[in-house]
């Protein structure tokens, strides 16, 4: 019963260090600024076990998962969870973004 | 909270499966090792992964193995060792 | 990294409504999610725009610099050294640095001792000291290989360590982030702290190098 996350002895490549390694982009850093505001101690909205467990719930979808879109998949569950937004108001915001993004993504 | 254990005991990982999030990986389960200190008490992950207060707390150690009592086919020094941390209630006297 | 460029072609995310850097994007979906996500938190009230943005500065700002200077005071202030080892809390306060909840342990290098740190479960790393963990860290080659077969990662980083070495992989699993003191090289006796810091790489403080040799001060 290993969870998908459980990563210790099993097979594996090399470890590159070279073609494995990057500066965190200005996206990545934004989600996990995220992360990072909705534990801290201001808000305590979320506990870092409990993004843990959101993550470990990607099933075998966790591999496929680049980090930081493990903890975006993490924060929006998360929030939901705590009813800080309801699925439906994440789907209609979803739906404005993908107009506004699709459009800058074409040069508009 | 008095720790069960002290630095020298030795120790056995529990071979147990345990659903939702646990922070013991699946390569100490049923391993011996060592003692190596007390680090403290600690909220317990297993219940704070689900949004709870993590009470009570656990008592938490680092273990010391044996890279040979971990992997058969070790392939270095018999010296080399792993040290990782655990609480109390996956341990058992050994 | 937080420069901002108002005047190229391809505005590549839009934060505060304004283009930033020109990094590579990520996938739409993703992008579309993390969008999505954090206008809603904003409009909901539950974080600023200016606090994601302090929150970036503050990242930028910490780094592996910080954990050099601890690991050059170590090195030239014995009595600090011993509050690091022992008494890390106390140690960092005088960095201005809060571990809170988690406790940092620091591990030594000796002429007998090799350590290594590794988070197999996600990628635990000391962030108030080191910074964000390398992308090699968060991979499942080196959290499946580190535990298991140390010295043929160790060898993918070009540290080779005689067998007479041992090797102390620490799995940074639970409540603790480990920070490796690295063995101070021979050569640099009288140097001042600031010019020991940059011999002390990221990647010596993880324990999967050694760090540079005094020849290379200032590479």
Request: aromatic share 8%; with cysteine; proline share 7%.
């Amino acid at each position: 019963m290993r969870g998908p996350h459980d990563y210790g002895g099993l097979p594996a490549g090399p470890v590159d260090p070279d073609k494995h390694e990057h500066d965190p982009t200005h996206w990545e850093k934004t989600v996990d600024a995220l992360m990072m505001l909705i534990f801290d101690q201001k808000r305590r909205l979320a506990r870092v076990d409990e993004s843990r467990r959101m993550q470990e719930a990607l099933g075998e979808d966790y591999h496929k998962f680049p980090y930081y879109e493990r903890w975006l998949q993490a924060v929006t569950w998360l929030m939901l969870e705590k009813g800080v937004f309801t699925a439906e108001e994440l789907e209609a915001k979803q739906g404005e973004v993908r107009t506004r993004l699709e459009a800058e993504r074409n040069g508009a | 909270m008095e720790p069960k254990y002290k630095p020298g005991d030795k120790v056995r990982i529990l071979q147990r499966n345990q659903p939702g999030h646990v922070r013991t990986p699946i390569y100490v389960r049923g391993k011996t090792g060592i003692i190596e200190r007390i680090v403290g008490s600690f909220p317990n992950p297993e219940t704070l992964a689900y949004g709870d207060t993590g009470l009570p707390y656990k008592m938490l150690y680092r273990v010391n193995f044996r890279q040979a009592e971990l992997w058969d086919d070790y392939d270095g020094p018999a010296d080399d060792t792993l040290e990782i941390e655990i609480y109390e209630h996956w341990l058992a006297p050994a | 990294m937080s420069e901002h460029h108002h005047d190229h072609d391809h505005p590549t995310h839009t934060h505060d409504g304004k283009p930033i850097q020109e990094d590579p994007l990520p996938p739409l979906e993703a992008q579309i999610l993390e969008t999505s996500v954090r206008e809603l938190l904003i409009e909901k009230g539950v974080v600023s725009a200016d606090e994601i943005r302090r929150a970036i500065e503050a990242m930028e700002t910490r780094g592996e610099a910080l954990g050099a200077k601890i690991v050059a005071r170590a090195w030239t202030d014995p009595d600090f050294k011993e509050k690091l080892l022992h008494n890390s809390d106390d140690a960092l306060m005088e960095f201005g640095i809060n571990m809170s909840p988690m406790e940092l342990c620091v591990v030594e290098n000796t002429d007998d001792v090799h350590n290594m740190v590794v988070c197999t479960l996600c990628s635990c790393y000391p962030r108030p000291i080191l910074g964000i963990p390398p992308a090699w860290y968060k991979r499942r080659d080196y959290r499946a290989r580190a535990v298991r077969e140390p010295r043929a990662v160790l060898k993918e980083f070009g540290t080779e360590l005689p067998d007479g070495k041992q090797v102390r992989v620490h799995d940074s699993n639970a409540d603790l982030r480990y920070l490796v003191l690295p063995k101070r090289p021979e050569g640099t006796e009288g140097w001042s702290a600031e010019q020991l810091e940059e011999l002390i790489t990221r990647d010596s403080m993880i324990g999967v190098s050694d760090v540079l040799a005094p020849s290379e001060a200032g590479s």
